[in-house]
């Protein structure tokens, strides 16, 4: 085999390993085995460096620091959700949204996790991984993309299987959430504790602030993941057009995707769902916050337009507040600049 032909194998190779171990969760062969192989990439990049492309393994690698983030304008404003809390709350959306188009009447829905992370929305140009942004103010974000390509679980190249049998678009824009996993960050905090180092206050923002400061080595030594849920925008090529399918084709495309999602043919069945997460919520392995019931056909959700940056199509099922029990030591009263009292616990 010449050279080229073997460094050509070794990218494919130690793409599908490592989409084996932070994708599917599923390795198959041993760190060290994987380490044989980065080395092997390592040597032949080191002797024809025009080679290197930047879907090679090697280019995940922390980049030099930057000095500030450009502004990237989304192709689609990044939105929101409504919250719903309750039953009750679910059945008023669904009555309002019902009054506007009938055919809700019909509909189908998907119920998804709602992550407590960031949200990042991912550009690939046939196929290959080009830009990485903040949602910023829905409008305009920050490009990280330094930052997101040493995220593991962020395919550089889609489908990442090359035998995958599924078309990519030549302009496809993804939504995911980026976090770190409810394990990892205590073992994180662990880490910094017996180093005597300050620890970090939750996932949420330990994973927010890794992925917006400006030196890439840093965020590649923080256990960030993601979980993809959204087609932002796609050209020259067809993409599903219901919530379900898109979770499917994103999956083949070797995104990460839930595995918790569901699909259900009345709301009724959707809240049930959503409600035995209430107890189950930590079972899973990050922060949630709620669940998402979303309608499933995605023309209608947009048809359905939206209220400020709110789609009608979907809602935030919250969970109840978690309650715990404290002791109220003592009361104070502060006093304003205008004199005003304010009391607070202690
Ligand atoms: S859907 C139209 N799905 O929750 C699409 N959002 O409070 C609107 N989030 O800003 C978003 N998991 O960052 C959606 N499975 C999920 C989500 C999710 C987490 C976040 C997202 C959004 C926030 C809304």
Do not use: C
Not at 39 to 52: F, S, V, Y
Not at 89 to 105: M, S
Not at 320 to 332: K, M
């Amino acid at each position: 085999m010449s050279t080229k032909s073997r460094y050509e194998e070794l990218k494919s190779e130690i793409s599908k390993h490592n989409y084996l171990y932070h994708v599917k969760d599923a390795p198959v062969i041993s760190d060290l085995e994987f380490d044989k192989l980065l080395n092997e990439l390592k040597r032949i990049e080191a002797e024809h460096p025009d080679w290197i492309t930047p879907d090679s393994p090697t280019q995940r690698a922390g980049a030099k620091p930057a000095d500030r983030f450009e502004k990237v304008r989304h192709p689609a404003p990044i939105l929101s959700l409504a919250n719903a809390f309750g039953a009750d709350d679910a059945h008023a959306w669904l009555e309002r949204i019902t009054k506007i188009d009938d055919r809700v009447e019909k509909a189908k829905f998907v119920v998804e996790p709602k992550i407590d992370g960031l949200s990042v929305v991912l550009h690939y140009r046939d196929g290959l991984f080009v830009q990485g942004a903040t949602r910023g103010d829905g409008e305009v974000g920050e490009d990280i993309t330094s930052n997101l390509r040493t995220v593991r679980a962020i395919p550089l190249k889609i489908p990442v299987e090359s035998k995958a049998k599924v078309s990519v678009p030549s302009h496809l824009v993804v939504r995911g959430e980026a976090f770190i996993p409810t394990k990892e960050f205590e073992a994180l905090n662990r880490q910094l504790e017996e180093a005597g180092e300050k620890t970090y206050q939750n996932p949420r923002n330990t994973a927010a602030g890794s992925l917006r400061q400006l030196d890439p080595k840093l965020t590649a030594s923080r256990p960030i993941t993601l979980l993809v849920y959204q087609i932002i925008h796609s050209e020259g090529g067809k993409v599903p057009t219901s919530q379900w399918e898109i979770l499917e084709y994103l999956k083949a495309l070797g995104f990460p995707v839930t595995d918790v999602a569901r699909r259900f043919d009345s709301l009724e069945d959707a809240i049930a769902y959503t409600e035995t997460w209430n107890e189950g919520r930590d079972s899973l392995p990050y922060e949630a916050d709620g669940m998402v019931i979303k309608i499933d056909d995605l023309t209608l959700a947009g048809e359905l337009g939206f209220v400020g940056k709110d789609p009608r199509g979907a809602i935030a099922f919250k969970f109840p507040a978690r309650e715990v029990t404290t002791t109220l030591n003592d009361i104070g009263v502060a006093v304003g600049r205008t004199g005003v009292l304010t009391p607070y616990a202690v």
